[in-house]
C-alpha cells in the first residue's frame, strides 16, 4: 500500500499569518443569543482586536435585555477588554436591537483599545533625562 504525497506550491498565502484568538467570554443575561450569532461575535471580535492580540490578556461580553418585555432602547452590550501591563477598557453601547448594540460596542472597543495602545508606545522611554535636561542639569 502506498501513499501520494503531493507537493505544495511555493506560493505564500496572503493574510494575517500567525493571528493568536483573543480569549473571550461571552455572557448572556434576558435574552437569547444563539450558538451562531456566539460564533460570528466572537469572529467579529478576532477581527477587530486580533491586530492588538498581544496586548490582549483576556476579554469579557455581556449582553443583557435591560428592560425585559416592556420593550424600548433596552438591549445593552458592555465589552470589557483587560490588556497587559495598561489599564483595562470598558465599552459600553445601548440600542433598540440587539445586533446594533453589538456591532456598536465592537467599533467603539476597537478605537479605545487602539487609542490605549498607542498612548502606550507615545511615551518616551527615558523620561529621567528629559526631565534633567529641561530643568538645565545635563548639558551637551
Do not use: Y
Given at each position: 500500500?502506498?501513499?501520494?504525497?503531493?507537493?505544495?506550491?511555493?506560493?505564500?498565502?496572503?493574510?494575517?499569518a500567525?493571528?493568536?484568538?483573543?480569549?473571550?467570554?461571552?455572557?448572556?443575561?434576558?435574552?437569547?443569543?444563539?450558538?451562531?450569532?456566539r460564533a460570528?461575535?466572537?469572529?467579529?471580535?478576532?477581527?477587530?482586536?486580533?491586530?492588538f492580540?498581544?496586548?490582549?490578556?483576556r476579554?469579557?461580553?455581556?449582553?443583557?435585555?435591560?428592560?425585559?418585555?416592556r420593550?424600548?432602547?433596552?438591549q445593552?452590550?458592555?465589552?470589557k477588554?483587560?490588556?497587559?501591563?495598561?489599564?483595562?477598557?470598558?465599552?459600553?453601547?445601548?440600542?433598540?436591537?440587539?445586533?446594533?448594540?453589538?456591532?456598536?460596542?465592537?467599533?467603539?472597543?476597537?478605537?479605545?483599545?487602539?487609542?490605549?495602545?498607542q498612548r502606550?508606545r507615545?511615551?518616551?522611554?527615558?523620561?529621567?533625562t528629559?526631565?534633567?535636561?529641561?530643568?538645565?542639569?545635563?548639558?551637551?
Amino acid at each position: 500500500m502506498s501513499q501520494v504525497v503531493r507537493a505544495q506550491s511555493g506560493k505564500q498565502k496572503t493574510g494575517r499569518a500567525g493571528a493568536r484568538i483573543v480569549p473571550t467570554h461571552i455572557r448572556v443575561l434576558g435574552t437569547r443569543v444563539t450558538e451562531e450569532e456566539r460564533a460570528r461575535l466572537r469572529r467579529d471580535l478576532d477581527r477587530k482586536l486580533g491586530k492588538f492580540a498581544s496586548a490582549v490578556e483576556r476579554v469579557s461580553i455581556r449582553v443583557k435585555d435591560v428592560n425585559g418585555p416592556r420593550g424600548g432602547i433596552d438591549q445593552l452590550c458592555r465589552i470589557k477588554v483587560v490588556l497587559r501591563n495598561r489599564p483595562s477598557v470598558v465599552f459600553e453601547r445601548q440600542d433598540a436591537s440587539l445586533d446594533a448594540a453589538i456591532k456598536g460596542a465592537l467599533d467603539g472597543v476597537e478605537r479605545a483599545v487602539r487609542r490605549t495602545v498607542q498612548r502606550r508606545r507615545m511615551k518616551p522611554i527615558k523620561q529621567e533625562t528629559r526631565s534633567r535636561t529641561r530643568a538645565g542639569e545635563i548639558e551637551t
